[in-house]
């Protein structure tokens, strides 16, 4: 399967087995670098489909602009009872200047204001795995959260099963 897997060890249900950092090491180091390659070598657009397992969804608080900013930049929405000076922070880093004589209630409104504007507040959010893959080409595409009957793994894993049903009968023995 991959490294540091052995296939007479994996069990039925890995996920009591698996953390973010494995997760993580598995993709920069195995799946993504492949896809890339793929995508590069193919001309072609590469989507990765996952599920929204909490391993796979450990948040970025904090990223590195690489152009003219070069100090952290907080990109997740700061919570409402912050101080004003990170939500001033917050919507000066996206472009919004406001006076910082402005009210809290003020300042508060208008990052309410643009945070759904901008797609809400998970628009804000961003992961270590995606991020790492949309800098090399390749998109994360995370399915609904509860709407496990739109992975592609269980839809071929029901085709599978439905073939094998039909294909055999409860007299059926397992060498036929």
């Known amino acids: 399967m991959g490294r540091g897997f052995n296939s007479h060890e994996i069990k039925e249900d890995y996920h009591s087995e698996i953390n973010a950092p494995l997760y993580e090491e598995y993709m920069m180091e ?3 670098p492949v896809m890339e390659a793929i995508g590069t070598a193919e001309q072609r657009r590469v989507i990765l489909v996952i599920d929204n397992a909490p391993y796979h969804c450990r948040a970025i608080d904090k990223i590195i602009f690489k ?3 070069k100090k952290n930049v907080n990109i997740k929405p700061p919570p409402i009872n912050s101080r004003k000076r990170v939500l001033l922070d917050f919507l000066a880093t996206h472009g919004i200047n406001m006076n910082v004589r402005s009210k809290k209630p003020e300042i508060v409104q208008r990052m309410k204001t643009f945070i759904e504007n901008n ?3 998970s628009a ?3 992961y270590v795995v995606d991020e790492f ?3 090399r080409g390749v998109t994360m595409v995370r399915l609904p959260p509860y709407h496990c009957f739109l992975s592609p793994i269980k839809l071929m894993r029901a085709q ?4 094998v049903i039909a294909s055999c009968s409860t007299k059926s023995s397992i060498e036929q």
């Open 119 to 121: 797609g809400g507040p």
């Open 133 to 135: 893959a949309r800098e």
């Open 30 to 32: 195995e799946v993504i």
């Open 160 to 163: 599978l099963k439905q073939k």
């Open 124 to 126: 804000f959010k961003k």
């Open 67 to 69: 152009e003219k900013i």
